[in-house]
């Protein structure tokens, strides 16, 4: 068994799917129209046939709320791998990426905490 799919509550699928195609620099896998949403997935570009991440609309009443509190007590919707996240700070914030959390060592990993424009807080991390 393996993870083939995962997904982030985005507030707007064209916007974010600017902001991680764009700014973080995966691909996009599928865009299927389904009503006024799409099954919008994006996956990385080192490993585009690897695990999905879907842009999913936020239209449910349960999702506003959660994510809010997620964002007011500064936790990541969720994290991604990355070779050297001082780098990756550094070339995010040189294109306009908002931190809410600078590079912090944390014990075996580095991370830090980014708003991805879309309602969430992402975190990146880097194992020493």
Known sequence: ???????VFVDDQAKALSFYTDVLGFVKKNDVPLGEDRWLTVASSDD?????????????PAVQPFKDALVADGIPATAFLVDDVRAEFDRLRGLGVRFTQEPLEMGPVVTAVLDDTCGNLIQIAQYK
């Not at 585009?48 to 609309?57: H, K, M």
Request: glycine residues 10%.
């Open 48 to 60: 585009p046939d690897g695990t999905e991440l879907l842009l999913e609309p936020s239209g449910h």
């Open 1 to 7: 068994m393996r993870i083939h799919l995962s997904s």
